[in-house]
T-cell receptor, first 114, second 115 residues
Framework: AQSVTQPDIHITVSEGASLELRCNYS??????LFWYVQSPGQGLQLLLK??????LVQGIKGFEAEFKRSQSSFNLRKPSVHWSDAAEYFC????????????FGAGTILRVKS | GAVVSQHPSRVICKSGTSVKIECRSL??????MFWYRQFPKQSLMLMAT?????????EQGVEKDKFLINHASLTLSTLTVTSAHPEDSSFYIC???????????FGPGTRLTVL
């Protein structure tokens, strides 16, 4: 079955420290990859997306993600975390191989300590 | 751009009543809209996909007679929870897209509480 794995349920980082959130998908030769962020009680905001081309993509709020086909991964990174980044982050995969729907990971809750 | 709104943001209703939730794409025409359900501290579960002017396609296990979806125009889709029961209490989120390559844009969600 199609699946997206976010192995870390919670991550806590200090403000100013770097961040990496992991995401792996189960299959797909040409996946469309997304990272979304959700604040409590809110909808999802698109941070960045990858369809093709340069495997390092830049998003909003200083986030970036790198697609590594050999590892079926699309990890999200930020060099310096701000307290306002505390939220839940969802990786999602879509595209024709996923029926043009999005399959979401379970999410990673980011806590930022000052 | 790419703003999606939902109304209402919160609704409390009595068991047995029906509740309608609206999802609108404000600055683009959404050929496809999606309805998700999210349980506390869990990921999003796709309920159904709707294309403008067509019947919705429901995911396995989702009761189409209970969750009525209408996508009558390119900017509006509605989800009606019929004969709601406490187990229907959840956070319902819609999303919309005009192009599969553009990704989905999500509404702010609707918190439904059934007493």
């Amino acid at each position: 079955a199609q699946s997206v794995t976010q192995p870390d349920i919670h991550i806590t980082v200090s403000e100013g420290a770097s961040l990496e959130l992991r995401c792996n998908y189960s299959y797909g030769a040409t996946p469309y990859l997304f990272w979304y962020v959700q604040s409590p009680g809110q909808g999802l905001q698109l941070l960045l997306k990858y369809f093709s081309g340069d495997t390092l993509v830049q998003g909003i709020k200083g986030f970036e993600a790198e697609f590594k086909r050999s590892q079926s991964s699309f990890n999200l990174r930020k060099p310096s975390v701000h307290w306002s980044d505390a939220a839940e982050y969802f990786c999602a995969v879509g595209g024709m191989e996923y029926g043009n729907k999005l399959v979401f990971g379970a999410g990673t809750i980011l806590r930022v300590k000052s | 751009g790419a703003v999606v709104s939902q109304h209402p943001s919160r609704v409390i209703c009595k068991s047995g009543t029906s509740v309608k939730i609206e999802c609108r794409s404000l600055d683009f025409q959404a050929t496809t809209m999606f309805w998700y359900r999210q349980f506390p501290k869990q990921s999003l579960m796709l309920m159904a996909t709707s294309n403008e002017g067509s019947k919705a396609t429901y995911e396995q296990g989702v009761e189409k007679d209970k969750f009525l979806i209408n996508h009558a125009s390119l900017t509006l889709s509605t989800l009606t929870v019929t004969s709601a029961h406490p187990e229907d209490s959840s956070f319902y989120i819609c999303s919309a897209r005009d192009d599969p390559l553009a990704g989905q844009y999500f509404g702010p969600g609707t918190r439904l509480t059934v007493l």
